[in-house]
């Protein structure tokens, strides 16, 4: 479904990864450890089409993931850091113009479903502008979504939610998994992993260090994993 074959990536004088090689099948969901600056993020914005590797390819279904292929787009929902979205809109304005951008159609009843989903619908009128952290994410996430992406990319999309934000995530997530969307997920939180994610990829200094199938194992069983993976790198 998506690989990442010899992936390196430079900035400047710095390697920020090392031949990455990663295989994911449709509809794993697979959770990428590591502490901070190993490349994590700097992955997943080159698995999206974000950024250009300065070695290596990503390839989707087989087919290696060009800057300007809609197609290949259409098949991605990325979720990172900044929500994208436009903080003088309401969410419905918001959504119905990713709408126009994906070509959706009978976008309505999809956005009201999604406004349901995410715990919006009270607030769907309201500028962006005037909602909290969790409420903004949870947006974010129907805009990832919206175009019923094959593959779902998120950043550390946990961060800085409170419970009821982190309970509405994970459900979106194991909706997603029921329907066999390969879910890819950057993050420190391990509690979270064990929740929704049925495999682990530690990276360490550029490269990967372990990847693990989560079957049957628990928060402690991966915490100590990543202390030793830590402690031997």
């Known amino acids: 479904m998506i690989e990442s074959k010899n992936v390196i ?6 390697i920020i990864l090392r031949n990455i090689n990663i295989q994911i099948d449709k509809g794993q969901t697979v959770a990428i450890l590591g502490p ?3 490349g994590k993020s700097t992955w997943l914005k080159i698995a999206a089409g974000l950024m250009q590797p300065t070695e290596g390819q990503i390839l989707i279904n087989g087919d290696v993931l060009k800057k300007d292929q809609f197609e290949q787009k259409e098949m991605l929902g990325y979720l990172g850091h900044q929500s994208f979205l436009y903080d003088h809109l309401t969410p419905v304005e918001n959504l119905k113009f990713f709408a ?3 070509h959706i159609k ?6 009201e479903a999604l406004l349901k989903e995410v715990g919006l619908s009270f607030f769907k009128n309201e500028p962006v502008q005037s909602f909290s952290r969790g409420m903004v994410q949870r947006l974010a996430i129907a805009r990832s979504i919206l175009h019923n992406p094959q593959i779902l990319l998120l950043d550390e999309p946990h961060t800085g939610l409170d419970q009821q934000a ?3 995530l994970n459900k979106v997530i194991l909706r997603l998994k029921k329907a066999n969307v390969t879910v890819v997920m950057v993050t420190h939180d391990f509690s979270q992993v064990i929740n929704t994610c049925d495999r682990v990829i530690i990276l360490m200094k550029g490269r990967v260090g372990s990847d693990i199938n989560l079957n049957g194992r628990d928060v402690e069983w991966l915490h100590n994993h990543y202390e030793r993976q830590s402690m031997s790198k």
Request: charged residues 35%; positive net charge.
């Open 166 to 168: 982190v309970d509405i």
């Open 100 to 102: 126009k951008l994906y």
């Open 36 to 38: 901070n600056g190993v």
């Open 106 to 111: 009978n976008a309505n009843d999809r956005i």
């Open 9 to 14: 990536k430079t900035i400047g004088e710095k």
